[in-house]
């Protein structure tokens, strides 16, 4: 069973995860190294991303998500 924060996490990664695809998909200017490794690799099986690689591209989406003006929250809240 996971603890309070684990889920506070969750959702919180959840929020970022959804909106990093909105950003992605309806803004062309945005995530461009990301944009640009995908269409250079669109043809290949993915990989996991080698450790700094992946660290590069988690900073130009921290780098998005701190710059948007809005967060969405998609969450099915009941």
């Known amino acids: 069973m996971k603890c309070y924060h684990e889920k506070i996490i ?21 995530l461009p190294n990301i944009r640009e490794y995908c269409l250079d690799h ?19 989406a921290l780098t998005e998500l701190i710059n948007t003006d809005y967060l969405y929250d998609f969450r099915d809240i009941e």
Do not use: P, S
């Open 42 to 60: 669109v043809h290949t099986r993915y990989k996991h991303l080698d450790y700094g690689t992946l660290i590069y591209f988690t900073e130009e």
């Open 10 to 30: 969750d959702e919180i990664l959840e929020i970022l995860k959804n909106n990093l695809i909105l950003i992605y998909n309806f803004h062309d200017h945005t």
